[in-house]
């Protein structure tokens, strides 16, 4: 009979920042990251980019190119930023809508509230759903985006091979994340604001240092640019292409599903 001890399977791990821990655990400690940081978020967002997010993602829509009539998913969509953005040039009017999906409901009470108040009320949808299993049914979007979320999920390949399942044919996707490693002329500030700045604005503003250093940390950890466009050709998706946005230090990543 063979040793209990020596008979057990290792747990398998995962990044989380620059920590290892069982992948059974990623999920919820990055939940709690953004349960802590949700009412300050959209703020924090502002702070930390100089409101360069705004022209990051106004970039990301136009270069999706939304028509009238079309079907988007927004992964990973917390508080709603580019569906809202998007929502306009879908035109809920000719049957358009824009599906919010996130693991964090704190960020979709928050999203949903502010498109109340907008008077977004038409073809917006708030869905409480997990990137890597996610409760759409194949074939049934034309647009799928995903910002600044998919360095947060346990297996990015997974979450790739969901947005090809529910992408009809002929439907596109695109993410917009954080790159690994800014330009050689910006790296060195770049660093500098990640590791010493970045935290304390969100120790001061968000009162939560630790989410905001993991935050930096995952970005690090994330695969560069042209490797994410091999996992994401990997998933089945095809013409992978990225665009570099203010020196690196974020990028686009467009395919199709064909």
């Known amino acids: 009979m063979r040793n209990k ?9 995962t990044d989380f ?44 829509v136009a270069w999706l190119a939304p028509r009238p009539g079309q079907m988007l998913l927004d992964v990973a969509g ?51 759903g997990d990137a890597e299993a996610l409760p759409v049914a194949d074939r049934s979007v ?15 390949k997974q979450a790739l091979v969901e947005a090809r399942r529910v992408l009809k044919p002929g ?9 690994p490693a800014a330009a050689p002329w910006l790296a060195p500030a770049y660093d500098l604001y ?5 935290p304390l604005i969100g120790q001061i503003v968000a009162g939560d240092r630790d989410a905001y250093a993991y935050l930096v940390e995952s970005i690090r950890r994330f695969p560069s640019q042209s490797a994410l466009c ?10 992978a292409r990225f665009r570099n946005l203010t020196g690196g230090v974020a990028a686009l990543h467009s395919a199709w599903r064909l």
């Open 142 to 156: 034309d647009l799928y985006t995903i910002g600044f979320g998919l360095r947060n999920v346990t297996h990015i």
């Open 5 to 13: 001890e020596t008979s057990e399977q290792p747990k398998a791990e």
């Open 194 to 198: 990640s590791f010493r700045v970045l």
């Open 78 to 128: 917390g508080t709603g930023d580019i569906a809202c953005r998007a929502l306009k040039r879908l035109d809920p009017e000719r049957g358009g809508a824009v599906v919010v999906c996130d693991v964090n409901e704190q960020m979709l009470d928050i999203g949903r509230a502010r498109a109340i108040d907008d008077g977004l009320l038409a073809g917006i949808e708030w869905v409480c």
């Open 171 to 179: 439907g596109r996707f695109m993410c917009l994340e954080f790159a």
């Open 17 to 60: 920042g620059f920590r290892r821990v069982p992948e059974t655990a990623k999920a919820p400690l990055v939940r709690a990251v953004f349960d802590s940081v949700a009412s300050r978020y959209d703020l924090m967002n502002d702070l930390m980019s100089g409101f360069i997010h705004r022209r990051w993602k106004d970039a990301m």
């Open 230 to 239: 091999d996992l994401i050709e990997a998933a089945g998706l095809e013409r």
